[in-house]
T-cell receptor, first 113, second 114 residues
C-alpha cells in the first residue's frame, strides 16, 4: 500500500534562517506531488505541485521554493524565513493516471519567531 | 480558475443529529469532488468522493450529493457522534491531461456535543 511521510512534525525557526521540509511517498511510482499551506483560517492554499522529477509549478509567488530531486521525494525550502511563513505545511500525492484521489501527510507545524 | 465556496464555516450539532455541509464550484469542467476530514494537528483524510456521472453516493453514515446543473455538492452525516468533530473540506477538480489539482473550500468546523 502507499504511504506518505512528512517531517519534521514541528519546527521552530528564527526569522532569516533557512528552511527545508521533506516529503517522501512509498508504494507508488510517478506520483503527482503537492505542497499546501494551511494558515489560521483553515483554508488549504496550494503552493507548488510537481508532475515529475525536476518539474515544479508554483501557484503563489513567495519566499518559498520546491524541488523534486527524485521521483518520490518533494522538498520545500526557503533561504530566509519570514514571520509570515508560519503555518501548517502539508504534502500530498495523487496517482498520475487512473485516479484523482489525493492523500495527505501528517503535516509540519512551522513557527517562525 | 476554479473557485470553491463552502458553508457554513462552523456547525454545532447535538449527538445523534444530522449535519449538512454545502459547497458550490465555478468551473463546469470539474468532474471529481472529494471530501476530507481533518482532525486537530493532523493532515486531511479522504472520507468520500463523487464523480460527475453520479448524483449521490453513500458510505454508512456519510453521503454526498451532486447537482452539476447548479454546480453544488453537499456532505450529509447522519447520527452524528462526538468523534465526527473535526474540520471538513470539500474540493473540486477539473481533471486534465492526467494531472489532478484540487481546489479546496475554506473548511467547516463541525462540533458534535455529547
Amino acid at each position: 500500500s502507499q504511504t506518505i511521510h512528512q517531517w519534521p512534525a514541528t519546527l521552530v525557526q528564527p526569522v532569516g534562517s533557512p528552511l527545508s521540509l521533506e516529503c517522501t511517498v512509498e508504494g507508488t511510482s510517478n506520483p503527482n506531488l503537492y505542497w499546501y499551506r494551511q494558515a489560521a483560517g483553515r483554508g488549504l492554499q496550494l503552493l507548488f505541485y510537481s508532475v515529475g522529477i525536476g518539474q515544479i509549478s508554483s501557484e503563489v509567488p513567495q519566499n518559498l521554493s520546491a524541488s523534486r530531486p527524485q521521483d518520490r521525494q518533494f522538498i520545500l525550502s526557503s533561504k530566509k524565513l519570514l514571520l509570515s511563513d508560519s503555518g501548517f505545511y502539508l504534502c500530498a500525492w495523487s496517482a498520475l493516471l487512473g485516479t484523482e484521489k489525493a492523500f495527505f501527510g501528517q503535516g509540519t507545524r512551522l513557527t517562525v519567531v | 480558475g476554479e473557485n470553491v465556496e463552502q458553508h457554513p464555516s462552523t456547525l454545532s450539532v447535538q449527538e445523534g443529529d444530522s449535519a449538512v455541509i454545502k459547497c458550490t464550484y465555478s468551473d463546469s469542467a470539474s468532474n471529481y469532488f472529494p471530501w476530507y476530514k481533518q482532525e486537530l494537528g493532523k493532515g486531511p483524510q479522504l472520507i468520500i468522493d463523487i464523480r460527475s456521472n453520479v448524483g449521490e453516493k453513500k458510505d454508512q453514515r456519510i453521503a454526498v450529493t451532486l447537482n452539476k446543473t447548479a454546480k453544488h455538492f453537499s456532505l450529509h452525516i447522519t447520527e452524528t457522534q462526538p468523534e465526527d468533530s473535526a474540520v471538513y473540506f470539500c474540493a473540486a477538480s477539473p481533471s486534465s491531461g492526467g494531472s489532478y489539482i484540487p481546489t479546496f473550500g475554506r473548511g467547516t468546523s463541525l462540533i458534535v456535543h455529547p
